[in-house]
T-cell receptor
């Protein structure tokens, strides 16, 4: 399995601080995606960055991708209590006529009001 | 509203009793996939389908079957459930191609006793 791996596994910060989560993957990818999951609910797509992009922004989210290091980071600026959730990176691979999205184990973020 | 609908949300069953978890999407997506989520293991792909009548195994297909007779539906079948299939299951769909995020269903929490 070519899973992404998030780091740290858990992160606790104060409201208003920035939160940074990292992800590593194993082989060449087409894209890297980040998802959010609130306690046992379905995952929600946050942002996608293609393999030829280095940085992408969406609102308070900033994603970077370093294909030479096979790593990505998700930065949430000015965090809010409502950002408390688990965050997953997912690596998009294609080959032999197929396409698969492989998820990491997630980072559990707690934002303390 | 664009969505992926899974049923049931919760299911408790006994070992060996065949069951089907339904998944339906209303976005005309070609790609559909099933994942299971277990503590400490993240999301693991069970099966995926790139279009009608086209299905393929993911990372953990043993003990599961799928079918894709219509574009909108992608049921997950457990012919003879066992306790190690107790898990949280998610269906997801997306447009085909490498640049699209997935839309997830709300999940099915299955307990096999």
């Amino acid at each position: 399995s070519q899973q992404g791996e998030e780091d740290p596994q858990a992160l606790s910060i104060q409201e208003g601080e920035n939160a940074t989560m990292n992800c590593s993957y194993k082989t060449s990818i087409n894209n890297l995606q980040w998802y959010r999951q609130n306690s046992g609910r379905g995952l929600v797509h946050l942002i996608l960055i293609r393999s030829n992009e280095r940085e992408k922004h969406s609102g308070r989210l900033r994603v970077t991708l370093d294909t030479s290091k096979k790593s990505s980071s998700l930065l949430i600026t000015a965090s809010r209590a409502a950002d408390t959730a688990s965050y997953f990176c997912a690596a998009g691979y294609s080959g032999a006529g197929s396409y698969q999205l492989t998820f990491g184990k997630g980072t559990k973020l707690s934002v303390i009001p | 509203e664009a969505q992926v609908t899974q049923n049931p949300r919760y299911l408790i069953t006994v070992t060996g009793k065949k069951l089907t978890v339904t998944c339906s999407q209303n976005m005309n997506h070609e790609y559909m996939s099933w994942y299971r989520q277990d503590p400490g293991l993240g999301l693991r792909q069970i099966y995926y389908s790139m279009n009608v009548e086209v299905t393929d195994k993911g990372d953990v297909p043993e003990g599961y079957k799928v079918s894709r007779k219509e574009k909108r539906n992608f049921p997950l079948i457990l012919e003879s459930p066992s306790p190690n299939q107790t898990s949280l299951y998610f269906c997801a769909s997306s447009l085909m191609g490498k640049g699209y995020g997935y839309t997830f269903g709300s999940g099915t929490r299955l307990t096999v006793v």
